[in-house]
């Protein structure tokens, strides 16, 4: 059974922040509009890289948007004009996603460490169970990293996620995931201009939100792959950032 078997054809939007990502976007643009899902349409939201990526967005958009029936686009590129986080890139994203009628809004990095092909089981799942949220993880069964990522890297991940899950009390075991895919209504639910997290922290902030709100979520095994090419955007004010997010939002959720 095919993906479109499963779904229909709804619309649904992948939302893929880049900053200098030239030389992985090429490749993943060639595997995301390959996936047999009618509807899909990949979203670039570009924070002005001086490498280049944003011309090589355009450049892509044009050519898988040619000779498209009924004028329906499969690719389109937001261009930003600061580098503010890759939470508020994922909310410009998200937020053009919905505006555009998209049922259905997937995260995904640039790098190549999602497993594209993991997508259509994504949408299956949620469109079989209704479910809000659907996250591609690491740390269910059957899920795993790459073992290039090193025995520190892996027991900060894992570390990181025991900690935010142990703050917020929540039972998503890979909450710091950046591969999730969710349904219109919980975004909308959410209300994503209301999001204050700026960078990777973005993406416990949302899941915490929409289960507040009364979403499910479902958890899928992927393995996560050490990026194809460039080097990470993790940096200090990330990690610090990380780590007072879950502080913030448990205080906020005692006095509400």
Same mark, same amino acid.
Do not use: C
């Given at each position: 059974?095919?993906?479109?078997?499963?779904?229909?054809?709804?619309?649904?939007?992948?939302?893929?922040?880049?900053?200098?990502?030239?030389?992985? *976007?090429? #490749?993943?643009?060639?595997?995301?509009?390959?996936?047999?899902?009618?509807?899909?349409? *990949?979203? %670039?939201?570009?924070?002005? &890289?001086?490498?280049?990526?944003?011309?090589?967005?355009?450049?892509?958009?044009?050519?898988?948007?040619?000779?498209?029936?009924?004028?329906?686009?499969?690719?389109?590129?937001?261009?930003?004009?600061?580098?503010?986080?890759?939470?508020?890139?994922?909310?410009?994203?998200? &937020?053009?996603?919905?505006?555009?009628?998209?049922?259905?809004?997937?995260?995904?990095?640039?790098?190549?460490?999602?497993?594209?092909?993991?997508?259509? #089981?994504?949408?299956?799942?949620?469109?079989? &169970?209704?479910?809000?949220?659907?996250?591609?993880?690491?740390?269910?069964?059957?899920?795993? *990293?790459?073992?290039?990522?090193?025995?520190? #890297?892996?027991?900060?991940?894992?570390?990181?996620?025991?900690?935010?899950?142990?703050?917020?009390?929540?039972? %998503?075991?890979?909450?710091?995931?950046?591969?999730?895919?969710?349904?219109?209504?919980?975004?909308?639910?959410?209300?994503?201009?209301? *999001?204050? &997290?700026?960078?990777?922290?973005?993406?416990?902030?949302?899941?915490?939100?929409?289960?507040?709100?009364?979403?499910?979520?479902?958890?899928?095994?992927? @393995?996560?792959?050490?990026?194809?090419?460039?080097?990470?955007?993790?940096?200090?004010?990330?990690?610090?950032?990380?780590?007072?997010?879950?502080? @913030?939002?448990?205080?906020?959720?005692?006095?509400?």
């Amino acid at each position: 059974m095919t993906a479109n078997d499963r779904h229909g054809g709804v619309p649904v939007t992948i939302v893929m922040p880049t900053y200098n990502e030239a030389a992985n *976007l090429p #490749r993943m643009a060639e595997l995301v509009l390959g996936l047999p899902i009618d509807g899909l349409h *990949l979203k %670039i939201v570009d924070d002005s &890289s001086p490498d280049g990526t944003g011309r090589i967005a355009d450049e892509l958009a044009e050519k898988y948007n040619a000779d498209q029936a009924h004028g329906r686009r499969r690719m389109s590129v937001l261009h930003r004009t600061e580098k503010d986080g890759l939470g508020r890139a994922y909310v410009a994203g998200m &937020s053009a996603a919905l505006a555009e009628g998209a049922e259905y809004v997937i995260q995904m990095d640039a790098d190549g460490s999602h497993p594209v092909e993991a997508v259509p #089981r994504m949408l299956g799942t949620a469109v079989a &169970s209704g479910v809000g949220l659907v996250v591609g993880s690491r740390y269910v069964e059957g899920g795993s *990293l790459d073992e290039e990522w090193g025995r520190h #890297r892996v027991l900060l991940s894992r570390f990181a996620n025991r900690y935010a899950r142990t703050v917020l009390g929540t039972k %998503i075991r890979d909450i710091t995931a950046g591969f999730n895919l969710w349904s219109a209504a919980t975004l909308r639910d959410v209300d994503l201009a209301t *999001l204050d &997290s700026a960078g990777y922290s973005f993406q416990v902030e949302l899941k915490f939100k929409a289960v507040r709100a009364g979403h499910s979520a479902v958890e899928i095994p992927i @393995r996560f792959e050490e990026r194809t090419e460039g080097v990470s955007k993790m940096n200090l004010s990330t990690q610090i950032e990380s780590a007072l997010v879950p502080l @913030r939002l448990r205080m906020r959720n005692r006095r509400s």
